[in-house]
């Protein structure tokens, strides 16, 4: 499909993430609060507009945060989108907030995560959050230490109804084992892309287990992914490099759901239309060079 047609995200093409069913292309808000993730967006209206445009192009798994602004992002949604429909699934993440400057700070005490998971009800204008991810503050990359003190307080808000289902998010496999020994993971949230594949062994090991995998910084971060494979691939196909890295990553296993930020309803079409794109064998096999150099 042309980068510039309408694209909507195919019905068919589902995951399940705990009790819920979602389409495998998403949408990650981040990007809707300022700069750096940090106060309002230039333009609320806009922002407003891409949320529906998601929506009414099927998507149905939108990932947010109520430290994104912060509560910026949460009630820019509120306001695009509630009341919500059943089908839309929102998940959210705690661990983390910010300073009064936008820096991130670690908020993983008992109490913190209880406030964490008000705020986001209160600002997403729901009674229980749909998913939440324990957002784990060991730096861009997973850092093993015990995590049953986090996991247990939101366990016990899971069984008082505040929450529907549990995820981690920048997780060693052994603290998604310790997590699972508490209460159910219905995803796992880590960095992960074509150039950064440390996780492909977990994302084997989940998708026997049914549980959901969701790449973030699927474009390779704040710079995105330089590649002459890639852009030779991208060429060939009629497609840009990051829609191919999107589909890339859809093509790597069923249990990888994407969600891609944007905050323009132009780059929004873009990215929807990867779910479209199949590549070729050796398409494949020259993207798997990319991970293994």
Sequence with gaps: MSANAAPTVSKTDTYP???????????????????HVFGPPKDRAEAVAV??????????HIDTC???GPHVVNQIIREALHPYDPDLTLVTKVGARRDEVGGWLPAQSPAELTSAVHDNLRNLGLESLHAVNLRLMGGMAPTEG?????????AALQQQGLIQH???????AAQVREAQAIAPVACVQNMYNLAHRHDDALIDALAGQGVAYVPYFPLGGFAPLQSKALSGVAKRLGATPLQVALAWLLQRSPNVLLIPGTSSRG?????LAAADI?????????????GRA
Aim: charged share 15%; glycine share 10%; net charge negative.
């Design 17 to 35: 993430l705990g009790a819920r069913t979602v389409r495998r292309m998403g949408y990650g808000a981040m990007q809707l609060a300022g700069p």
């Design 66 to 68: 109520d430290y994104y």
């Design 146 to 154: 015990p995590i049953e003190p986090q996991w247990s307080t939101l």
């Design 51 to 60: 949320l529906r445009a998601a929506v009414a192009a099927g998507v149905n």
């Design 166 to 172: 549990l995820g981690l998010s920048n997780a060693t």
């Design 267 to 271: 780059h929004l079409s873009e990215n």
């Design 278 to 290: 199949t590549l070729p064998a050796d398409a494949l096999a020259e993207l798997e060079g990319i």
